[in-house]
């Protein structure tokens, strides 16, 4: 509630860092990303001078990057384009749900215990700033495996090593609402999107938000445990139904994916710009997961970076261009601080790594 715009805007830097740290296998990597979704971030007309920035002359750039056509673009085209270049790399052989849909008594014993724990480990680690689910559903495969009955069955298909993860991933996917609706601070891709479209309809998540659309705070926790009741009615009995959509020929399910795609995007916004921007952020997305770059960052740093941008200017505008009042507040100086600790700990660690590599 006392964040002044120094705060926002290292709270940002925060959310930068963390992002970017948390998707890839490299912190060079993910830093990239981010700053791809930066650059993007500063299409369109300055909001504080109205000068138009980036555009080259096309009247379509002028109100900037749509965050849907960004996202189809690098997920469902970037995507669909890559799985279509490896289709010949190895065959996929679809194999058939064996055995009883339904769960016995003996996987309702055997499962509850991994439920609860797995719990325990998703929500408070998704709750986290860089929390994400690898953590822990990784951690509640390694519990579980300590603890079980059954250590011969893991590997084969236990129980507790399905039941505990997918709870954590659960979980985890619940507690990324924790900093989005309580800081503005989306870290995942799902997250980043449904903060996109917080912002579309004027609505900004943080504090306030709880005091002036608490209807919207509620039904959206709400909604979660609607949706569980929902995903038990759809999967359970339709789940042959789901297995058989993979046989669809993968040629005839690039073509619909691309055609959908764009059909939905012009729908939108009816523009031939617009469909081009597609394209070349469907080529973009397809080389970012050909070489191993995280998409995710891209997308924070379109939605994050005009807010960033803005917040570090007005700072500077009511200091008279004072940089020092980045780190006056004590508040920004600590936010600052766990930023530039989050930037260099990955670097030190890989640097801890090939030291004690080459001592061995």
């Known amino acids: 509630m006392r964040f002044g715009p120094e705060d926002y805007f290292a709270l940002m830097c925060v959310a930068f860092v963390t992002v970017s740290a948390t998707f890839g296998t490299s912190p060079v990597r993910g830093l990239t990303s981010l700053f791809i979704g930066l650059v993007l971030g500063l299409v369109g007309i300055d909001k504080l001078t109205g000068q138009a920035r980036l555009a080259f002359g096309i009247p379509e750039l002028l109100d900037g990057v749509e ?12 995507e669909a384009l890559y799985v279509a270049s490896r289709r010949h790399h190895s065959e996929e052989k679809l194999e058939p749900v064996r055995g009883s849909l339904w769960m016995t008594k003996d996987d309702w014993r055997r499962s509850w215990k991994p439920w609860l724990r797995g719990t325990l480990f998703g929500f408070p680690i998704g709750a986290l700033p860089a929390g994400g689910a690898e953590i822990p559903t990784f951690l509640s495969y390694s519990a579980e495996k300590r603890l079980t009955r059954y250590p011969d069955e893991f590997g084969k298909g236990a129980i507790e090593g399905v039941a505990g993860p997918e709870a954590a991933n659960n979980a985890s996917a619940a507690g990324t609402l924790v900093p989005l609706l309580t800081l503005g601070l989306p870290t995942s ?3 980043a999107m449904m903060l996109a479209g917080f912002q579309q309809y004027g609505l900004n998540p943080g504090p306030l938000l709880f005091a002036e659309k608490p209807d919207l705070v509620w039904g959206l926790i709400a909604s979660l445990f ?7 009615v759809l999967n359970l009995p339709l789940v042959g139904l789901w297995v058989r959509l993979l046989a669809i020929p993968q040629p005839y399910l690039y073509a619909g994916i691309l055609v959908f ?3 939905g995007t012009i729908a939108a916004k009816p523009s031939v710009v617009e ?3 597609l394209a070349v952020f469907g080529v973009l997305g397809y080389l970012m997961r050909r070489h191993d770059f995280p998409i995710a960052p891209v997308v924070v740093g379109l939605i994050l970076g005009p807010i960033a941008e803005s917040q ?7 200091n008279l261009g004072d940089p020092m009042v980045l780190v006056q507040s004590p508040i920004s100086a600590t936010l600052l601080g766990i930023a530039l ?3 260099i700990a990955p670097f030190v660690n890989k640097g801890l790594g090939r030291f004690r590599a080459s001592e061995d």
């Open 67 to 78: 965050v849907t056509t960004l996202a189809v673009g690098l997920f469902a085209i970037g």
């Open 189 to 191: 891709a799902t997250a």
């Open 226 to 232: 609607i949706a569980n009741g929902m995903l038990l």
């Open 261 to 263: 795609a764009a059909t």
């Open 275 to 277: 469909l081009s921007m």
């Open 312 to 318: 570090l200017r007005r700072a500077m505008a009511i």
């Open 341 to 343: 600790i989050a930037l």
